[in-house]
């Protein structure tokens, strides 16, 4: 045990004018902040703050360093973020390449020092400075509606986020809502494991600078380093946490053998470290400080609140933070055995957090008892808000169906939790523009999707029929998308006059069975093994309808690109495809009909078949109908601005209490 010292003494001690670069050698870089020095704290890892290769924040020098103290007397601690290390302003133009001049960086400065002084709720550096030119100049009312009335400090704590990484739509929601919340006005941070497979898509972290700034983190019984590495793009910090347990073929999960044994250890890694990087980094110039709102996806973060309220708070650390847990799919739980819990860096009275123990009838023999950690019951019980992808899938996490064994803890916390559809990048998937598809069209003019069609018919080698009604489904080849249920299906869907084309990988046996149905039927049936997203979006553009026959789908994103794309989309009626997709009803006042596709339930061969013989009937027959289907899809507003607005709201109610775990 040793004494924490006072801020000044600690700031002595580490400019010393024979020393180049500082190192911080207490337990939590927060503990500066601490008004009570003398309380007295247990060192369990250090923590080396220096400078930034090729420009990263945080450069320091034996000439150009400097040391700032910030809030030094303020008994409320909220806001204050104890020394800042902050390089010269010069040093800070590569990092945040400059579209102005040095004294408007000056001036960035000024205005975000004197914030800290008035105890303002939350630092952006990179927009308080464009703020004051449109200000200046009058432009900023229709920028005003955009902004947030309370903009706030957030860190997203994600296993993939695109384009970086992405293996679903977790990889889409991480790396589109951050910069909607960022264009709102937030200062928005993503933490995510730098993976390095050895291939050409390693080349997509080359915009990203070393910092030199890395963490040693006490966990599995030895000290882990941990190095960071930071790129700002699109108003976001894109930071990436660095090991070598990142560094390996496969995706972030597993390889062609399975998923990868470690897991548990390269997933605590991530959520130790991003607890430290708003600390310890100072992105601009600022770190993020104590008082930030941590959004953590799936169990890959689920460590992060339990280490706020286990190792944090108890020292006065992260008091003012909040944490919301989203969840995009809830059948991975993160659990492993019990006698894995010493290695997650945990007090040993925190135990029960995670502890999680199998009925009997899962248990693998006699003398199995079953206890196990689940690290996303571990997030369920000490978050302050969860969050689902969909409405839909918010209620279906509460029953036994859905709940995969959480649904009674699930069910305790009801009050707080909320479901929000994801958007979709409308720039990305645009009809009107999208550079892989042969021709555009838009809700003003379709002509040019049947020759998209044709196109796609032409490529795949159907025979060119544009008053054929085109099928398609896109998606992974598993029990979860339905793919049991299109195979039972596919002898009689096929005696109908339509075609039918896939697009997806998986399990072996369902790709062969692609490639031996195309054999079967070449004048009517194509199957793509593997994923192209070119092809995906022309196969969305070229299809009249979209097949979706998921078992559960939390949101589910292709319906949403058919219905931009004037494709009609037939699901099952579960989560977030129930959310999305409304009944056509013919009936409806106004003799134009309402809805935008059809859903049918439950989900087997004879109500997936009925509900697509009434699809294609609508197509031959009534094409007034099928055009008013088309249409009010495309006019379905699933931007990523319209989410951000919904998230912005759970992010107000987190902060209205106390941390749920104090």
């Given at each position: 045990?040793?004494?924490?010292?006072?801020?000044?003494?600690?700031?002595?001690?580490?400019?010393?004018?024979?020393?180049?670069?500082?190192?911080?050698?207490?337990?939590?870089?927060?503990?500066?902040?601490?008004?009570?020095?003398s309380?007295?704290?247990?060192?369990?890892?250090?923590?080396?703050?220096?400078?930034?290769?090729?420009?990263?924040?945080?450069?320091?020098?034996?000439?150009?360093?400097?040391?700032?103290?910030?809030?030094?007397?303020?008994?409320?601690?909220?806001?204050?973020?104890?020394?800042?290390?902050?390089?010269?302003?010069?040093?800070?133009?590569?990092?945040?390449p400059?579209?102005?001049?040095l004294?408007?960086?000056?001036?960035?400065?000024?205005?975000?020092?004197?914030?800290?002084?008035?105890?303002?709720?939350?630092?952006?550096p990179?927009?308080?400075?464009?703020?004051?030119?449109e200000?200046?100049?009058g432009?900023?009312?229709?920028?005003?509606?955009?902004?947030?009335?309370?903009?706030?400090?957030?860190?997203?704590?994600?296993?993939?986020?695109?384009?970086?990484?992405?293996?679903?739509?977790?990889?889409?929601?991480?790396?589109?809502?951050?910069?909607?919340?960022?264009?709102?006005?937030?200062?928005?941070?993503?933490?995510?494991?730098?993976?390095?497979?050895?291939?050409?898509?390693?080349?997509?972290?080359?915009?990203?600078?070393?910092?030199?700034?890395?963490?040693?983190?006490?966990?599995?019984?030895?000290?882990?380093e941990?190095?960071?590495?930071?790129?700002y793009?699109?108003?976001?910090?894109?930071?990436?946490?660095?090991?070598?347990?990142y560094?390996?073929?496969?995706?972030?999960?597993?390889?062609?053998?399975?998923?990868?044994?470690?897991?548990?250890?390269?997933?605590?890694?991530?959520?130790?470290?991003?607890?430290?990087?708003?600390?310890?980094?100072?992105?601009?110039?600022?770190?993020y400080?104590?008082?930030?709102?941590?959004?953590?996806?799936?169990?890959?973060?689920?460590?992060?609140?339990?280490?706020?309220?286990?190792k944090?708070?108890?020292?006065?650390?992260?008091?003012?933070?909040r944490?919301?847990?989203?969840?995009?799919?809830?059948?991975?739980?993160?659990?492993?055995?019990?006698?894995?819990?010493?290695?997650?860096?945990?007090?040993?009275?925190?135990?029960?957090?995670?502890?999680?123990?199998?009925?009997?009838?899962a248990?693998?023999?006699?003398?199995?008892?079953?206890?196990?950690?689940?690290?996303?019951?571990?997030?369920?019980?000490?978050?302050?808000?969860?969050?689902?992808?969909s409405?839909?899938?918010?209620?279906?996490?509460?029953?036994?169906?859905?709940?995969?064994?959480?649904?009674?803890?699930?069910?305790?916390?009801?009050?707080?939790?909320?479901?929000?559809?994801?958007?979709?990048?409308?720039?990305?998937w645009?009809?009107?523009?999208?550079?892989?598809?042969?021709?555009?069209?838009?809700?003003?003019?379709?002509s040019?999707?049947?020759?998209?069609?044709?196109?796609?018919?032409?490529?795949?080698?159907?025979?060119?029929?544009?008053?054929?009604?085109?099928?398609?489904?896109?998606?992974?080849?598993?029990?979860?998308?339905?793919?049991?249920?299109?195979?039972?299906a596919?002898p009689?869907?096929?005696?109908?006059?339509?075609?039918?084309?896939?697009?997806g990988?998986?399990?072996?046996?369902?790709?062969?069975?692609?490639?031996?149905?195309?054999?079967?039927?070449?004048?009517?049936?194509?199957?793509?093994?593997?994923?192209?997203?070119?092809?995906?979006?022309?196969?969305?553009?070229?299809?009249?309808?979209l097949?979706?026959?998921?078992?559960f789908?939390?949101?589910?994103?292709?319906?949403?690109?058919?219905?931009?794309?004037?494709?009609?989309?037939?699901?099952?009626?579960?989560?977030?495809?129930?959310?999305?997709?409304?009944?056509?009803?013919?009936?409806?006042?106004?003799?134009?009909?309402?809805?935008?596709?059809?859903?049918?339930?439950?989900?087997?061969?004879?109500?997936?078949?009925?509900?697509?013989?009434?699809?294609?009937?609508?197509?031959?027959?009534?094409?007034?109908?099928?055009?008013?289907?088309?249409k009010?899809?495309?006019?379905?507003?699933?931007?990523?601005?319209?989410?951000?607005?919904?998230?912005?709201?759970?992010?107000?109610?987190?902060?209205?209490?106390?941390?749920?775990?104090n």
């Amino acid at each position: 045990m040793e004494s924490l010292q006072s801020p000044l003494l600690l700031s002595s001690k580490l400019l010393p004018s024979s020393v180049k670069k500082p190192v911080l050698e207490v337990g939590f870089a927060s503990l500066f902040n601490q008004r009570r020095v003398s309380r007295s704290v247990s060192v369990k890892r250090s923590v080396v703050c220096c400078s930034s290769k090729g420009g990263g924040s945080g450069s320091g020098s034996q000439d150009g360093f400097s040391a700032t103290l910030v809030n030094s007397e303020k008994k409320d601690s909220s806001n204050s973020v104890g020394l800042r290390l902050v390089p010269p302003p010069s040093e800070l133009q590569s990092l945040y390449p400059a579209k102005d001049i040095l004294e408007e960086k000056l001036t960035r400065n000024m205005v975000l020092f004197h914030a800290l002084e008035r105890n303002d709720e939350v630092i952006n550096p990179h927009e308080k400075l464009s703020t004051q030119k449109e200000a200046e100049t009058g432009d900023s009312e229709g920028e005003d509606k955009r902004k947030a009335k309370v903009t706030r400090n957030i860190v997203f704590v994600t296993s993939e986020s695109a384009p970086y990484s992405k293996t679903g739509g977790l990889g889409d929601v991480c790396g589109s809502l951050p910069i909607a919340l960022a264009a709102r006005g937030h200062r928005v941070m993503v933490v995510s494991p730098r993976y390095q497979n050895g291939t050409s898509s390693d080349k997509i972290f080359s915009g990203a600078s070393k910092l030199e700034c890395s963490i040693k983190v006490h966990c599995f019984g030895r000290v882990q380093e941990v190095s960071f590495f930071h790129e700002y793009r699109a108003g976001v910090d894109w930071v990436f946490v660095d090991h070598p347990s990142y560094h390996r073929q496969g995706n972030p999960y597993g390889d062609g053998y399975g998923a990868f044994g470690d897991n548990q250890f390269r997933f605590t890694l991530l959520c130790h470290a991003a607890c430290e990087a708003p600390l310890v980094l100072p992105l601009g110039g600022f770190t993020y400080g104590e008082k930030c709102l941590f959004l953590v996806n799936d169990w890959h973060a689920g460590l992060v609140p339990v280490l706020l309220a286990a190792k944090y708070r108890p020292h006065g650390v992260y008091k003012d933070a909040r944490s919301v847990l989203v969840i995009h799919n809830l059948a991975h739980q993160g659990v492993e055995p019990a006698v894995t819990y010493s290695n997650l860096g945990l007090p040993p009275e925190w135990y029960g957090a995670v502890e999680w123990v199998f009925p009997t009838w899962a248990r693998t023999h006699a003398l199995d008892t079953g206890q196990a950690v689940n690290t996303l019951k571990g997030a369920v019980v000490t978050v302050d808000r969860i969050l689902t992808v969909s409405k839909g899938y918010a209620w279906e996490i509460t029953t036994p169906e859905g709940g995969y064994g959480l649904h009674e803890l699930l069910t305790s916390r009801k009050a707080v939790i909320n479901g929000i559809t994801n958007g979709i990048d409308v720039s990305e998937w645009d009809p009107s523009s999208d550079e892989h598809i042969p021709f555009h069209y838009s809700i003003d003019d379709l002509s040019a999707k049947v020759q998209c069609k044709i196109a796609l018919q032409k490529e795949l080698g159907l025979p060119i029929r544009p008053d054929c009604p085109l099928i398609g489904f896109i998606g992974r080849l598993d029990y979860q998308k339905g793919i049991d249920v299109i195979r039972l299906a596919t002898p009689e869907l096929m005696r109908e006059d339509v075609q039918f084309v896939m697009l997806g990988s998986g399990n072996p046996e369902d790709e062969e069975w692609m490639r031996a149905t195309e054999s079967t039927y070449k004048e009517k049936f194509r199957g793509w093994v593997g994923f192209n997203i070119p092809i995906s979006h022309r196969i969305t553009a070229g299809c009249d309808i979209l097949l979706m026959p998921s078992r559960f789908e939390p949101c589910g994103l292709n319906q949403l690109y058919a219905m931009r794309y004037g494709t009609v989309p037939v699901v099952h009626g579960t989560g977030g495809l129930r959310d999305t997709v409304q009944n056509f009803n013919p009936d409806a006042p106004g003799g134009s009909g309402e809805g935008t596709g059809w859903t049918f339930s439950p989900l087997s061969k004879e109500t997936m078949l009925a509900a697509l013989r009434v699809a294609i009937s609508t197509y031959r027959e009534n094409k007034p109908s099928w055009e008013g289907l088309m249409k009010r899809g495309m006019e379905m507003d699933y931007t990523w601005d319209k989410a951000a607005l919904q998230y912005e709201q759970v992010f107000d109610w987190a902060f209205m209490d106390p941390p749920y775990v104090n």
